[in-house]
């Protein structure tokens, strides 16, 4: 097992060694795997991040680089400061 960022949100995750229990969802215990794509290119999505690709047509990387990051869900400054 090894923790990689993922290419989707950039939050870690633990993935197998390998990719060769690509779509074995019943043993490992692994939070997201390699998606290989059309076009040969692979990218590493943890399973939040899978869930969000369309599943309409084949996966491109312009659907990779649109999955929103982890981090944008941080507070957007608020406080609790109570404006008069
Ligand atoms: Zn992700």
Same mark, same amino acid.
């Given at each position: 097992? +090894?923790?990689?960022?993922?290419?989707?949100?950039?939050?870690?995750?633990?993935?197998?060694?390998?990719?060769?229990?690509?779509?074995?969802? #019943?043993?490992?215990? +692994? *939070? #997201?795997?390699?998606? *290989?794509?059309?076009?040969?290119?692979?990218?590493?999505?943890?399973?939040?991040?899978?869930?969000?690709?369309?599943?309409?047509?084949?996966? +491109?990387?312009?659907?990779?680089?649109?999955?929103?990051?982890?981090?944008?869900? +941080? /507070? /957007?400054?608020?406080?609790? #400061?109570? *404006?008069?």
């Amino acid at each position: 097992m +090894t923790r990689e960022p993922c290419d989707g949100c950039g939050r870690s995750v633990q993935i197998a060694g390998g990719i060769a229990n690509l779509w074995s969802f #019943g043993g490992d215990r +692994t *939070e #997201g795997l390699t998606l *290989e794509l059309a076009d040969g290119s692979e990218f590493l999505l943890c399973y939040d991040c899978i869930e969000r690709l369309p599943d309409d047509h084949d996966v +491109t990387a312009e659907d990779v680089a649109a999955l929103p990051s982890h981090e944008d869900r +941080t /507070s /957007s400054g608020d406080d609790g #400061g109570d *404006e008069a």
